[in-house]
Each structure stands twice: as C-alpha cells, then as structure tokens.
C-alpha cells in the first residue's frame, strides 16, 4: 500500500494567494462587465453575459456535488483521495447563492423581460401557448423556486462538506454513516432541482419551446465541466508539490474514464437523442430552438461541439494510456472545459427570429436574411462575455481555495482512505 506524505495535504501558502488572486479576478471581471455591458447594445448585453457565466460556474459546483454524493451512496472507497477536491468545488453553493440575486430582483421588480420574454405579461396573454403557462412562468412563483433551489444546494453542499471536515478532527466513523444515510434522499433532491433550475434559468429564455431532456442535458454539461475542472486542479496541485502518494496514476485513470463516459459518450447520446426525437417530430414548436442554432454563425458553433466535444475527445480518450499520462489528460480536460463553455454559450446566447420566421416564404428565405444580417438569431459576440466569465471563475477560484484553506486536501479520518491510497486499476 502507498503511503500518504501528511507534509503536502495542506495548500499551505498557495491558498491566500488563490482566495486573492480569484477575488481580483472575480472584482476586475464583474466591474468590467458592467461598463462594457451597459453600453450602446443596452443591458441586455449584460444580463445574458452575467447569466452565461454564472451557469457555467453554477454547473461546475454542481457536477462537484454529484459526484461527493454519488460516492457516499455507493461507498466508494478508491475516489475518497480526491473527494475532498470535489467537496472544494461543492462547497462554492454556500455561497454562490449571492451571485444570483441580482437575477432575482431584476426578475421580482418586473424587470425580468431584459432576460426573459415571459416576463412581458401582456406577451404571456397575447400568446395562446404562453397564455396556458402563465401559473407557471410568472415572477413571484419564478423567483420562489430559485430560491428554494439555492438553498437546497446550500445545505447539501454544508451538510457534506462540513461532516466530512468535522470527521478529520474527531476521526469519529459516525460522520462517514450520517452521509451515507442522508446522500440517498439528497441526490434525489439534486436531481429535481437541477432540472427544473435548467428549465426555470436556461430554456425559458425561449419561453415557447420544451424539451424533456432538457435537464438531463443540462446534467451532462454540468458533469464535463467539473470533471474537467477535477483534473486540472488535481494536476496543479501535484505540479505543485502537493497530495504526493494521494493521488496516482490510478485515480487519473479513473477521472478520465469519468470524464470519457459522461462528458464524451453520455452528453453525445442525450444531445443526439433531442435533436432527433425532435427532428423527426417536425413539430414548428420544438423545431424552433433549433432553427437559430442552425444558421449563421451558430451553425459553426454547433459544429464545433459535434467534433470538439464529441468526436476529437472520443478518439482521444477511448484508449487507456492518454488516461495515465497526467500531462495529456490534463490538455485535454483543458479542451473538453472550453467545450463545457462553448456549450452553455450555446445554450443561453441564440434568439429566434419569430418575426421573421413569420414573414418568410421558405427556409432558404430565411437563412438568406440571417446571412444578410436582416433577421437576428442572437450572434453578439463581445468583450463583455469574456469579461463576465473572468470574473466567474475568479469566484469560483476564491471560493474553492478558501474552503480547502483550513482543512486537509484528503479526507484523513475516512475509513475508506487505505482502499484510496492501494487501488489499482484491473
């Protein structure tokens, strides 16, 4: 069995410097969001910026949350070396909570149609369809369950993070039990409300269009970007002296695996079912969100998630050896989390052109005047997504680094910690 070195489980100087180093980003990247946001395009640039990044951050804590749960629920014991990693991303929803209030005092002061139409009251009554949804897509009940959603993931996030914590001071197995009993009935929480958070915050920005697969979509999403995230951190942190004899090649292995199967093959299969259950659907309803992405601009973006997040990362993962070598898993974790954001970008930024969809002969006709620049699918571009994503990920940088700060960066009172420390990939 490999021996754990204690001198490099603690982050020691780099974590002030990481809480730092976040904080400005998260400072300089929100502020300059604003000014750039709120500029000739209006603050509709900004909102869409903000809520873009905010999604990509959200989702990643998200799949961190997942992924401590899902071990506690099959006891896992080769992954509890690197769960106290995971439980660093968890924990941001104590708090991540903060970044979406804004949201919810633009949606509650009637503002909310700046992001979404539904929010236009006379709009939900002029429309047949919307009309139907008003019980469900209005302000005040919008705003209730985001809030209900937040604080679930808050007091899961505090519930697993903090026992697991508590268990490395006292070493009292009782911990370890509390989470394996209550982790059932929190992915079950999970599941709902991350669904219904996509529906809620992400398709509802195109209020006529449903999709069942929706939140499952977004669930894989959400997986690629924290698998990719775990990688990396635990790259940096090795490439830093730290977590020697904790973290092997096995467990890279295992990440990578991981990442192949959910955020390659999985996120493939539930994207490539929608689209087709819904092409060969040829409903004009659901048709519609995909008309957008389909033309312009959007159209290259769709086929660069079809080779880049499916194809080119399939071909490079399929083997295990790029899975054992740290340095090319990591390039390519780097790779598969600028896809995770490509996506979101293509889920939040496309607009579809009702008006012109209406006016139009033909197909053609219309994707002519989506060339021509006459008829808009939301292709905006600008410094301002990037800014807003910078500070996003200062946050997420701040936030992790100060919940890995005062605690060690492997669970060490973890009954399971030896099976961690010996495993071995067959």
Sequence with gaps: MMSLDTNTIRLGKIAPSGVVIGLLLAAGGIGATIVLGSGESGWNNFWMSYLFAYMVVTGICLGGLFFVMLQHITRAGW?????????????NLRWLWIGFVPILILVWSGNGEVLYPWANTELMHQDVVLAKKAGYLNAEFWCIRAICFLAIWAILAQFFVSQSIKQDRDGDARHTKWMQTIAPAGILL???????AAVDWIMTLQPLWFSTMF??????????????CLILFSFFLQSSGR???AVTIEHYQDMGKLLFAFGVVFWAYIGYSQFMLIWYANIPIETTWFLPRQMGPWFWVSMLLIVGHFALPFLLLISRWPKRMKPVLSAIAVWMLLMMIVDVYWLIMPTVPLQAAHDAESLMQLMDEVQEGTASVGWNLNVANFTALLGMIGVLMAG????????T???????????ALAFENM
């Design 190 to 196: 999970y599941g709902l409300t991350q669904t219904f």
């Design 215 to 228: 939140g499952v979509y977004w669930f894989a999403v959400s997986l690629t970007g924290f698998f990719s």
């Design 400 to 407: 992790t680094f100060a919940t890995l700060w005062r605690c």
């Design 79 to 91: 992954s509890v070396s690197i769960r106290r990693l995971s439980e660093g991303f968890a924990g």
């Design 243 to 245: 977590l020697k004899g």
């Design 409 to 419: 960066l492997v669970p060490t009172a973890d009954p399971r910690l030896s099976e």
